[in-house]
């Protein structure tokens, strides 16, 4: 099961859930503390910028990235739940958790996914350029990109609300 927070409910999302796997994607210069119960070889933290296209003194969401949130993904036993959070839990988290779901579950429809992902948050607006990046790795064929366009942006909220995703529907 993949926990689906904000970094302010980072520490509560891992102690509710028990979980093992910390996946953090933030902006440079943004801290998150990893809960005690997380060993350090068990949390990524990708440091990235909520953009879509390339902007001055900012980072944007790359193949470096996706490929060692792929990694990072593959090697989860799955024994206990993964959070993956960003600063909101609108963007980045959203389509990190999105990307972790088509990677392990290949044969999953993409459409249906995204269905899933908007109708457990309604806010969930993912990252077009994670999605974009995740889909050519992937080897989706746009399909990835098509179903996260179909469900447009969520709604308006000041950080997301936490949910749960799971991999096999």
């Not at 409910?9 to 996946?23: H, M, P, Q, S």
């Not at 779901?101 to 290949?106: E, H, I, M, N, V």
Request: with cysteine; hydrophobic share 45%; net charge negative.
């Amino acid at each position: 099961m993949i926990h689906v927070c904000s970094l302010s409910k980072v520490g509560e999302t891992v102690a509710r859930t028990g979980a093992e796997r910390l996946l953090s994607l933030l902006a440079a210069g943004t801290e998150v503390t990893r809960p005690a119960s997380i060993l350090a070889e068990n949390h990524l933290h990708l440091v990235m910028h909520d953009i879509a296209v390339a902007q001055e003194g900012m980072t944007m969401p790359g193949e470096e990235h996706v490929r060692a949130l792929l990694d990072f993904a593959y090697r989860w036993d799955r024994a206990k739940p993964m959070v993956v959070h960003c600063y909101a839990g609108i963007s980045r988290s959203t389509a990190s958790a999105y990307i972790i779901a088509a990677a392990l579950a290949p044969k999953r429809d993409e459409a249906e996914l995204a269905k899933t992902l908007r109708f457990l948050s309604p806010s969930a607006t993912p990252n077009p350029r994670l999605i974009a990046v995740a889909d050519t790795l992937l080897g989706r064929d746009g399909r990835m990109i098509a179903a996260i366009e179909a469900i447009g942006r969520g709604a308006d909220a000041f950080e997301g609300t936490p949910f749960e995703l799971d991999i096999q529907a």
